[in-house]
């Protein structure tokens, strides 16, 4: 070691005895209490790489087991998506606006390339990913016209195990592949290496670990990253992972523990007598009692019966459930209903307020994450697609891209937790001026030109058909008098 190191170790072991001698941060001491504490210093993507092939796989075992954790991902995913995020077009023209929507409709049934769900269910299975695995990849499949798509395009969706996260390694041209995502020399995303089959894929006969490269154009990862410099995703579950494994472990102890308890209804004590344990029948070869529910045996001689009385799980067995709940469902950022189903506990007031930050951190995640990564590309893409294939005529359209891309993306409108008290609420404001009617009709997941058009239609239909419904009679005009005849003419 070279004195500039010696020196810098003596410097490092001065300043941490100054910091300790004058109190400094607590959690940066190496005090009794905080001996055990050594946390790593690796970088988010070495721990990754480490142990996120392990924690996925464990998410997944989890929710395919544990009744907790699958209400947690399915209750996750509803919130997120729904019915789905839908586009509102910001075209102004309303006719050119509507053949958008229209096309886009249509376009939705047939998005899935394996053909199982339409775009808003593909929507719904990606937050589904993202909540296990903390990633999903999309590959863009453009068709043929042949194929009869009124787009021709598709896409693909591909789970985080498909990109091998112990890829890594130095091209000749330059380029670096970091766990399975290939970078060009100025940190650019140029390429995806994905593996051809699933690696825990034995029904599927291709060669395991055979990987293809896929332009970085043709894929959208969609990924909510957690550090600075992260490039592959950490399952939600991650926090949760030991507590939930735990606690589940504890229920089928305890419930198997109940059940034997059960079984034994009493316990015939004889006197002493020689005969064999190790044989199934007693020493007058007659059967030994038998472990059935209730099942009673006449007694002989000198033979006693004591009634079993095994020990409850005690008082402190559902408190201690609900304590653990709260830490998991604190972990996986849901209310304690929603991931344990119970609303024994819930009110009006706590289960507004578990409402209002879960909607809170939804719609960060719904912006961010699902509109930002997912659907604007999309979007983006299916647009270029439409044109350049003739199924939508915009004038201009490679000058004016940007006009046309235009978009508000919708999310499912929120179910009410009192309806009459959130409504009149929502009648004051927009009375009062503190929001507008679009406002509150794009947070209840619709478009509000479309919502107007629809509304006036609706009228001149009752109109027409002389239908009142919520509103005052139309005013019957007064009958014109009648045109007194024309004068005599005079002699």
């Given at each position: ?244 494994f735990l606690l589940d472990q504890y229920d089928d102890a305890e419930l ?167 409504i009149r609420a929502e009648i004051n404001a927009i009375e009062a001026g ?53 004068p005599a003419p005079s002699n």
């Open positions: 070691m070279g004195v500039w190191q010696q020196w810098r170790q003596r410097l490092g072991r001065q300043v941490l005895r100054v910091g300790a001698m004058v109190g400094g941060f607590e959690g940066g001491l190496s005090s009794r209490r905080l001996k055990m504490f050594q946390a790593s210093r690796a970088h988010v993507n070495t721990l990754i790489q480490a142990a996120g092939a392990d924690m996925t796989a464990r998410a997944r075992y989890l929710i395919r087991n544990n009744g907790y954790a699958a209400n947690a991902v399915e209750s996750w995913a509803g919130n997120a998506v729904g019915t789905g995020i839908k586009p509102s077009s910001g075209i102004a023209d309303a006719v050119l606006k509507d053949r958008v929507q229209r096309l886009w409709l249509r376009w939705t049934d047939e998005s899935d390339a394996e053909g199982l769900t339409d775009f808003y269910g593909q929507q719904r299975r990606a937050a589904r990913e993202l909540f296990i695995a903390g990633e999903v990849f999309f590959r863009i499949r453009p068709r043929r016209p042949e194929d009869g798509l009124s787009v021709p395009l598709q896409l693909q969706m591909l789970p985080a195990e498909m990109l091998p996260l112990n890829h890594n390694q130095l091209l000749e041209n330059g380029h670096r592949i970091r766990q399975g995502i290939e970078f060009d020399r100025i940190g650019r995303r140029v390429a995806y290496h994905f593996l051809r089959r699933h690696p825990g894929d034995i029904t599927d006969p291709g060669l395991a670990g055979e990987t293809v490269r896929v332009p970085a154009e043709s894929v959208l990862h969609i990924v909510d990253p957690v550090d600075a410099g992260q490039l592959r995703g950490v399952s939600r579950f991650s926090p949760a992972l030991v507590k939930l198997d523990r109940k059940k034997v308890a059960a079984m034994f209804v009493g316990f015939v004590r004889r006197p002493e007598r020689d005969f064999d344990n190790s044989n199934e029948t007693d020493d007058r070869g007659e059967p030994l009692l038998p472990l059935e529910p209730g099942q009673l045996q006449i007694l002989d001689d000198g033979e006693d019966i004591t009634f079993s009385n095994p020990a409850d799980v005690g008082g402190n067995y559902e408190s201690f459930q609900y304590r653990t709940l709260l830490q998991v469902a604190a972990a996986l950022g849901l209310p304690y209903a929603n991931l344990s189903a119970d609303m024994l506990k819930a009110n009006y007031s706590n289960t507004r307020a578990a409402l209002l930050e879960f909607r809170r951190r939804i719609e960060a995640f719904q912006h961010s994450v699902l509109v930002f990564q997912l659907c604007r590309a999309v979007w983006a893409r299916w647009m270029d697609t439409a044109v350049l294939s003739g199924a939508l005529e915009l004038p201009d359209y490679e000058q004016r891209r940007a006009d046309y891309l235009d978009c508000s993306w919708l999310p499912p409108r929120w179910d009410w937790v009192d309806p009459l008290k959130d503190l929001k507008s009617r679009t406002q509150a009709i794009a947070e209840r997941g619709f478009d509000a030109a479309m919502v107007d058009a629809e509304i006036a239609a609706d009228h001149r239909r009752e109109d027409s058909l002389g239908l009142r419904f919520g509103r005052e009679p139309a005013p019957v005009p007064a009958p014109t008098p009648a045109q007194a005849p024309p």
